[in-house]
């Protein structure tokens, strides 16, 4: 029962902190949003026993916020009254949301409810060790993919704030 | 498994559905990249729920890698964000960073008045404050 609750408590927090997160004109209300969203998740991260995902998840959400926070800072800074989201953004989000409705109640009366094997024999499911020595064995050519992206990425942008700045079409270099 | 696999799915559907509807409806770049990594998360709760469900790990490193390459995602705009601060400061135009914030002074020449999200928009009062009768609407 207490899982039931704080399940409920958190997916409610995680869904609405992303909605004010999409909806909030303010950058700065859409990242504290974004990173309420994220600190929700970790609840039924953890009731999966995905400690190791909710703790990536965690830190992700941190620099993604750092990230962005840096990003709105050196933007410029809107000035003048705010106005409401229009009609475009409104009518596809209705639609969105009564779509939604409509899976839900399509298909809660029709769902098979199954709760998955328990776990007595396979304790160091969701261990983090266990999780890194599986994914060292079995799983190494994602894992060598993800790690050459991260090491492309960090090599481009390095290189895309040291190169300088790019000459303007028609100049030649002396 | 203390909860049906069902509650998972749902709460990761929902999650990923207001991510999808922030990155396509939106303007704003950071709100757009908030909402993929939105999105990116659903997915990863998805995995965990699977991994969970068939008690196998390799649902839990498939969320761990999405999540990963969410970051690079993030990372790579972040870069290119830079590169146009560097550039607006070189060359000062003062267009292309109006795009990190929407409701911003951004005319679309041409454009259709309703589809245009508020010229002449600031981010003082946003949605929530839109007691402007000339709402872009």
């Known amino acids: ?158 290189l895309g704030l040291v190169a300088g700045p790019a000459r303007p079409a028609g100049v030649k270099a002396s | 498994m203390a909860l049906p696999i069902t509650h998972y799915l749902y709460l990761a559907l929902a999650l990923f559905c207001v991510g999808l509807g922030g990155a396509l409806l939106r303007r704003s770049l950071v ?8 999105m990116l998360g659903a997915i990863a709760l998805l995995f965990a729920a699977y991994a969970r469900f068939y008690v196998d790990p390799a649902g839990q490193i498939a969320a761990l890698l999405v999540v990963l390459v969410g970051l690079i995602e993030l990372a790579v705009a972040v870069a290119i964000v830079v590169r146009a601060v560097h550039a607006e400061q070189r060359e000062g135009e003062g267009t292309g960073l109006s795009l990190i914030h929407d409701w911003h002074h951004h005319h679309v020449p041409g454009g259709v008045a309703w589809l245009s999200e508020g010229e002449g928009e600031g981010e003082g009062e946003g949605d929530d404050g839109g007691d402007d009768p000339g709402a872009a609407t």
Not at chain 1, 13 to 41: E, N
Not at chain 1, 44 to 58: D, E, H, K, Y
Not at chain 1, 84 to 105: D, E, K, N, S, T
Request: charged share 10%; aromatic share 6%.
């Open chain 2, 31 to 38: 709100v757009v990249l908030l909402g993929i990594q939105l």
């Open chain 1, 1 to 158: 029962m207490g899982g039931l609750i704080s399940f409920y408590i958190s997916a409610g927090v995680a869904v609405l902190a992303a909605l004010i997160a999409m909806l909030t004109s303010r950058s700065d209300r859409a990242l504290a949003g974004f990173a309420v969203s994220f600190a929700a998740l970790v609840v039924p991260l953890i009731q999966l026993r995905a400690a190791t995902v909710a703790g990536v998840v965690l830190l992700a959400a941190a620099v993604i916020v750092i990230l962005l926070g840096a990003v709105t800072r050196v933007g410029p800074r809107a000035t003048g009254p705010g106005r409401r989201l229009p009609i475009a953004f409104w009518l596809p989000a209705g639609l969105a949301l009564l779509g939604f409705v409509w899976v839900v109640l399509a298909t809660g009366s029709r769902q098979v409810v199954d709760f998955g094997p328990a776990l007595p024999n396979r304790a160091e499911f969701g261990d983090g060790t266990a999780l890194l020595l599986e994914l060292g064995a079995n799983h190494g050519v994602p894992a060598l993919l993800v790690a050459l992206l991260a090491l492309a990425c960090v090599i481009a942008a390095v």
